[in-house]
C-alpha cells in the first residue's frame, strides 16, 4: 500500500469564531481555479501513475461549502491519481445542513465511504456563538440523508469547554449525540486560537470560558458516556465502535508518512515534515508557474522521530510498545526513556504494562505535560544511542 493522502479544501460559507485553519470565504471563480492547482499539484507528486493508499482524507476548511459540479470535478481528479476501489477509508469532512441529496449521490459515486460531520455543540444558541450556520434540526435532517443513502459510517465532532457552557449543558449535548448512536465521535476542548474571533474577544475580557476543574469534569463526563455507550476511548480525543476508528488519522498517530495536498497542507514525506504555502492566492500562484507550493520544509533527526514517536503513539489508548519501537529505531524506550517513564508511574498518568506504555485517566488530563517529559536533551540521546 502506498502513503496516505490528505487533501485540503480551505473554502468556508461562514468563519467560526474559534477556528485558526488555513480557510478562506467561498468565492466560485476562486474555487474552480484553486481546483484546477489542486490537480497540477496532485500530479507534480503522483505523475502519470495511479497511488493506492490505504486511506484519503478530504479535510478543510468545508469540502461541503462546493458546488456539486465542483465536488465532482475534485473526486474526478482524485480518481484519476487514485486507485479509489482500492483505498479502505475514504472521508470527507461536511458540514450540517450544507448540502443536499445532489452532493451525497456524488460522494457515493465516486468512492467515498466516510463522513466526518463538523455539529460542535446540539444547541441553536450556542450554534450561533460559535458563528455556524447550521442549526440543530440540520443535524438530525443530513444524518438522516447519509444513512439513506448507505452512508453509515458517520463521525460527529464537538467541541466542549465553551464560553458560558455549563457541565449540565454539555451533559445534554452529549446525550443528544449519542442518541444518533454513530460509530465514531470525536470530541475537543476549546483551544484559543491566535488570529481567531474568539482570541480578540478574549483579550478584551469578553469570553467567559469555563474554569480548568469544569473542563476537566467535562473530559471525565465525556468518557464516562462515552465508553458507557459502547464507543470505546482509542485515542486522546476520539472514541469509536470497535472496527470503526479513524484509520487515516491512526496514520498521523503511528507516525507514518502521508501526502498532504492543497493550501496550508501539512505533509511528512521522504523523512521531511513540509508546510503548503497557506494563502490561497499565492498557492495558485506557485502551481501556475509549475512549482510545488512549499512554504517550508524540515528534514526530520533520528531525535525527533523519537520525541515524535512517544508524542504521537501515547495520544492512542493502547499506548507505545517496546518491541515495535525497537523495530523501528534499534533502541529501547525503556534504556532511553527510563528515568522519565518512572517519575510519570510515580505521578499516576503513565502506566507500563509488560513492554507496552500507556496514559492513566490522570494522564490525559496533563497530556502536554507528559509530552514535554520525553523531549530529549542531547547528552541522554548521544549516550543512549551510543549504549
Request: glycine fraction near 6%; proline fraction near 3%; aromatic fraction near 12%.
Amino acid at each position: 500500500m502506498d502513503r496516505s493522502v490528505y487533501i485540503h479544501i480551505p473554502f468556508c460559507h461562514e468563519i467560526c469564531h474559534y477556528c485558526d485553519f488555513a480557510k478562506i470565504y467561498y468565492n466560485r471563480e476562486l474555487a474552480d481555479a484553486y481546483l484546477e492547482n489542486l490537480r497540477k499539484e496532485m500530479g507534480l507528486y503522483i505523475g502519470n501513475q495511479t497511488i493506492s493508499p490505504r486511506t484519503v482524507y478530504l479535510g478543510g476548511g468545508t469540502p461541503t461549502s462546493l458546488n456539486e459540479n465542483q465536488l465532482e470535478f475534485l473526486l474526478k481528479t482524485i480518481n484519476e491519481f487514485i486507485n479509489v476501489e482500492q483505498v479502505e477509508e475514504f472521508t470527507i469532512e461536511a458540514n450540517p445542513g450544507e448540502f443536499e441529496e445532489g452532493h451525497v449521490k456524488i460522494m457515493k459515486d465516486f468512492g467515498i465511504n466516510r463522513v466526518s460531520l463538523g455539529v460542535q455543540v446540539l444547541d441553536d444558541e450556542f450554534l450561533k456563538l460559535l458563528n455556524r450556520n447550521h442549526t440543530v434540526a440540520d443535524v438530525q435532517k443530513t444524518v438522516e440523508m447519509l444513512q439513506h443513502y448507505d452512508l453509515n459510517n458517520i463521525s460527529m465532532d464537538f467541541i466542549y469547554a465553551l464560553p458560558d457552557q455549563s457541565i449540565d449543558h454539555f451533559k445534554k449535548t452529549l446525550d443528544m449525540a449519542l442518541a444518533f448512536d454513530l460509530p465514531h465521535y470525536s470530541a475537543y476542548a476549546l483551544q484559543i486560537e491566535p488570529r481567531t474571533v474568539f482570541h480578540m474577544r478574549n483579550q478584551q475580557g469578553k469570553l467567559n470560558k469555563p474554569p480548568e476543574e469544569d473542563e476537566a469534569e467535562m473530559l471525565l463526563m465525556l468518557m464516562e458516556m462515552m465508553e458507557g455507550a459502547g464507543k470505546r476511548h482509542y485515542e486522546i480525543s476520539n472514541y469509536a465502535v470497535k472496527g470503526f476508528e479513524s484509520q487515516h488519522n491512526l496514520t498521523y498517530w503511528n507516525n507514518e508518512e502521508y501526502y498532504a495536498f492543497g493550501a496550508g497542507a501539512h505533509g511528512y514525506l521522504n523523512q521531511e515534515r513540509y508546510v503548503n504555502l497557506r494563502p490561497v492566492n499565492h498557492y495558485n500562484e506557485a502551481l501556475e508557474k509549475g512549482q510545488k507550493p512549499i512554504l517550508h520544509r524540515d528534514v526530520i533527526t533520528l531525535k525527533e522521530k523519537l520525541e515524535e514517536e512517544m508524542f504521537l503513539g501515547l495520544r492512542r489508548a493502547s499506548g507505545v510498545t517496546d518491541h515495535e519501537f525497537i523495530h523501528k529505531y534499534g533502541v529501547s524506550l525503556f534504556q532511553l526513556y527510563e528515568k522519565e517513564i518512572q517519575d510519570l508511574q510515580h505521578k499516576g498518568w503513565l502506566e507500563r504494562e509488560d513492554d507496552r506504555v500507556y496514559l492513566t485517566k490522570n494522564g490525559l488530563m496533563f497530556g502536554n505535560d507528559v509530552f514535554a517529559s520525553f523531549l530529549l536533551d542531547e547528552d541522554t540521546y548521544k549516550k543512549s544511542l551510543n549504549n
